[in-house]
């Protein structure tokens, strides 16, 4: 094998590489900032709450969100998860999910269910959309939340989340999203597709670090209905001996990953600035090219709409006689192409697809994915599958 | 610094303070960050410090923002 560059497609699993400003920020803070933000008045302090603030505002634009202070940051989209599921629902509550939820989702509504909440998780057809006339008949006179996923993470089908918004808002439920696929790789507004509850993951479609993410609250949501995940210091109210109940503090105990979020916020600026449309725009490109470059390879099987158009830039797919695992083993040792092989944390999902228990290998290119790189892939494939 | 030469906005937490130092900028109302004064509040963290003119329209502004102001003082 003639030696050749890493091809990282491996960016559903988290984004590589960054756009160097979302180091350098990291750097600059850990170097020039470094303090705890409001927990003392001194400027280094200062500097940093001013950072988090920054944060702040930079996931409202983002989002279209109005009230930088309903931004909750914490480590990933799954704490995001855990604080609403735990923190709003109750034993006798009803919620709607679907089949194609990750684990984040739906390891919390399996153990919830155990607790007394009733759960209903709909079907989604075998390329993993959902047919949204599902949702009306499922509301029940308990049903309080309708929990989904923007987009798969095994083969990037897009769910239906404004239409389900739509049917919340009609019927007096509160919508969750998990926009661990989609934050960054296409355009979210929490407004128009009436989001209540937005979580988000800083690490993957955002450019920022991991251990960085959050939930955006909107506006009809009553934060006194949600209890906080961990209660703690807050540098507020210090007096007291119990937990503040406004936000951010409410759900903010402990200080925060501020280099992270320096580094989050860099790279949101640095995607804003290049536009979230025409960034949706390059991967579908991206993504088309790959799906149209497997499906034609005898032996390959491609999951999903196969239609960039409803997906994110996730291409699922297997090769006849080889596991997923040899695939994707085969492509790292003998190609140097990084790839997410198995079940990706999504059993339902697979189920779906059924792909389960083989699982299935993912192409995830990235914005820094080349043509080159995509053409690289498929002749790789290819070569395993002749 | 003499009794009375400047208002300060008192917050809940320092997260509204640093919201409220952004809103106020932006607005063009000069405000300035500083330590809570120990003989006005227990709290660890930061208030706004600005002339006692900017106070009114200051106080509106973070009203409009929904950004919730403790109470105003004077230092």
Known sequence: MTAQTPLYLDNAATSWPKPPVVAAAMLRFMQQIGANPGRSGHRLSIEAGRVIDSARESVCSLFNAPDPLRVVFGANVTEALNLVLYGFLRPGDHVITTSMEHNSMMRPLRHLEQEGVELTVLQCRPDGTLDTSLLQPAIRRNTVLIAMMQASNVAGTLLPVAEAGRIARQNGLLMLVDSAATAGAMPIDMAESNIDLLAFTGHKSLFGPTGTGGLVIGERVDPGRIRPLIRGGTGSRSEYEEQPAFLPDKFESGTLNVAGLAGLNAGIGWLLERGVASVQAELREKTQALIDGLKRIPGVQVYGTQDARQQTACVAFNIDGLSSSEAGFRLDEEFDIQVRIGLHCAPAAHRTFSTFPAGSVRFAPGLFTSAADIARAIAAVRQIAR | ?75
């Not at chain 2, 917050?11 to 405000?31: M, P, Y």
């Not at chain 2, 973070?62 to 403790?70: A, F, G, H, P």
């Open chain 2, 1 to 75: 610094m003499s009794a009375g030469e400047f208002s300060v906005l008192i917050f809940h937490t320092s997260n509204h303070a640093f919201r409220a130092e952004k809103v106020l900028k932006q607005a063009g109302i000069a405000c300035k960050l500083v330590p809570v004064p120990r003989h006005l509040s227990s709290e660890c963290g930061v208030c706004l410090r600005l002339a006692p003119e900017d106070q009114f329209s200051a106080l509106e502004m973070l009203k409009t923002s929904r950004v919730e102001v403790d109470r105003a003082e004077r230092i």
